[in-house]
């Protein structure tokens, strides 16, 4: 297909993009798959983040988080809804573990820990990669850096409402 062939299914290179941004999310979304959880909250939380941080920590992830990253100021509005779309579904992911087997929690208080987690763990992870750092040496670090912060936020439940900063 030529670049007039592409151009000319698309009213703009704003539509352009964020049908290639969609499709990329679309994608990725369809691979991601935790599996089911077991074991009290802690252990919950280093399974299904370990999963997701594994899933999510890859060149052709992290290559759309750049890319959406650097077109931000020219298409902001796709930038939050890639945001949203990825962010969501790792959130999703953990409070769907949370609240069922052992130890449910209620929907509210999972999808709380679940945006802290997405916030601490694996957030930190990608802010690396998007400057470079090694994907393998990050990938080394998802087994330590999930345990601590599922440790952090299982030691008190009670204390892991936040407000929702977005």
Known sequence: MGKTTLYSRYATKEALFEAVVRK?????LQDMDTGPAEGNLEKKLVQVGTALAQATLTPYVISIMRITLAETDRFPEIAKEAFRLGFGACVQSIADALT???EPLSAELALEIGRRFVELALHPLYFHAFFGGDLGILNQRI????????????????????????
Do not use: H, R, W, Y
């Not at 990329?24 to 990725?28: A, G, P």
């Not at 330590?144 to 204390?159: C, H, R, T, Y």
């Open 143 to 166: 087994s330590k850096d999930v345990a601590q912060v599922a440790g952090m936020l299982s030691k008190d439940v009670s204390q892991s409402v936040f407000d929702n900063p977005i």
């Open 24 to 28: 990329c999310v679309e994608t990725f």
């Open 100 to 102: 069922n087997g052992e």
